[in-house]
C-alpha cells in the first residue's frame, strides 16, 4: 500500500503541475475521467500498483523500486 500511495502522490502532483484538467489528463494517461477522479480523490484501493506506473510513465515520470534490508535494532 505504502508504494501505491507515494506513486500515487507523485503522479497527483505532476498532473497538478501540467494544470490538466481530468479529461485532459484522462486522455494522455489512457483511462477515463472518472479513473482521474478517483486518483485525485485518493481512491487507491482502486488501482493497482502496475496501473498507476503505467499511468506514471505515460504522465512523464519514471519509476524504480529499491529493496534494502531492515538494520538490527
Same mark, same amino acid.
Given at each position: ?19 490538466? +484538467? ?7 494517461? %489512457? ?6 477522479? %478517483? ?5 487507491? %484501493?482502486?488501482? +493497482?500498483? %502496475? ?23
Amino acid at each position: 500500500m505504502r508504494l501505491r500511495a507515494e506513486l500515487a502522490n507523485e503522479l497527483i502532483e505532476r498532473l497538478r503541475q501540467c494544470k490538466l +484538467s481530468q479529461s485532459r489528463a484522462a486522455e494522455l494517461l %489512457d483511462v477515463t475521467q472518472p479513473r482521474i477522479s %478517483d486518483l485525485m480523490r485518493g481512491r487507491l %484501493d482502486l488501482f +493497482s500498483l %502496475d496501473m498507476l506506473v503505467d499511468m506514471a510513465e505515460r504522465a512523464g515520470l519514471r519509476t524504480r523500486v529499491v529493496v534494502t534490508r531492515k538494520r538490527a535494532a
